[in-house]
């Protein structure tokens, strides 16, 4: 059930069956420590894979011990305080989210303060692909964010990231009238991630910066028909586009697993 955590009463609380499955499960961690993935390209979409799907797996297992963080000063700690012993190293939440998953983007917009719980570890493995729509990928279980996340696969990553960036846009930026979209300040910390295409190209000059219609434009196509369709009247208007930034919702649940859909 996850709903339930392991930490309220240990696995004596269990029934045998759930008991049998926990141990399989925290034996299969255990295992991780002996993997090698030096055979693993970093810049592949196993490697993208990988990292995700251990993200989440970490993520949950945290969850079920203790439960989700509700509030941002439970935020501050949580994803720093529990790690995997993997691949012959050690690594957090926070680690694998910064230093391995997302190594060779830029560092998020934050605070001074906040910039401070931001961790610089160096790994021998990590995530060398440039992709804006691991921004979206990383999902830590706010309630901003979707609640149900794939298991990533190499050969389907690519039309998964699309969709999960898509259902990420329903929740995450709204078109609230001629001239205006709101959206989440996830989008705005990790604005810098959208200055780079999908061929890794910028589509920035070096002087410059992202502009709000360079960034609608490169969201356009994830969005659904009736915002797509509202987003490019806007556009065509060439008026001046105000972005709204809306709060993080510090509060977090668990996840769920979903099917892939295909995505029309």
Not at 42 to 52: D, G, H, I, M, N
Not at 111 to 138: E, G, N, T
Not at 160 to 174: A, D, E, Y
Not at 180 to 192: A, F, G, N, P
Request: glycine share 4%; hydrophobic share 40%.
């Amino acid at each position: 059930d996850p709903q339930s955590n392991v930490g309220a009463g240990g696995i004596s609380n269990m029934n045998t069956e759930l008991k049998s499955k926990w141990l399989h499960f925290m034996d299969g961690v255990s295992l991780l420590q002996a993997i090698d993935i030096g055979n693993v390209e970093k810049s592949s979409p196993a490697a993208a894979c990988l990292f995700l799907n251990l993200y989440h797996c970490l993520l949950q297992h945290a969850f079920l011990v203790i439960g989700p963080p509700t509030t941002l000063f439970k935020w501050l700690s949580f994803y720093r305080s529990f790690s995997y012993e993997a691949f012959g190293d050690i690594f957090s939440l926070a680690e694998l989210e910064h230093c391995i998953i997302r190594k060779n983007m830029h560092k998020p917009n934050l605070s001074v303060i906040a910039q401070s719980f931001v961790p610089h570890s160096d790994y021998d493995f990590f995530v060398r692909k440039l992709d804006y729509r691991f921004v979206f990928a990383i999902n830590c279980g706010s309630d901003s964010q979707p609640q149900k996340i794939p298991i990533y696969v190499p050969e389907s990553l690519d039309k998964q990231l699309n969709i999960t960036v898509r259902q990420s846009l329903q929740k995450l930026l709204k078109i609230a009238d001629t001239s205006t979209v709101i959206m989440s300040q996830l989008i705005q910390i990790h604005l810098r991630d959208f200055e780079t295409n999908l061929d890794g190209r910028s589509i920035v000059t070096i002087a410059g910066s992202l502009s709000t219609k360079q960034l609608m434009l490169v969201l356009l196509p994830f969005l659904r028909r009736e915002a797509r369709d509202a987003l490019k009247a806007i556009l065509e208007r060439r008026t001046n586009i105000t972005i709204k930034y809306t709060a993080i919702d510090y509060n977090c649940r668990h996840l769920l697993l979903e099917d892939t859909p295909t995505m029309s």
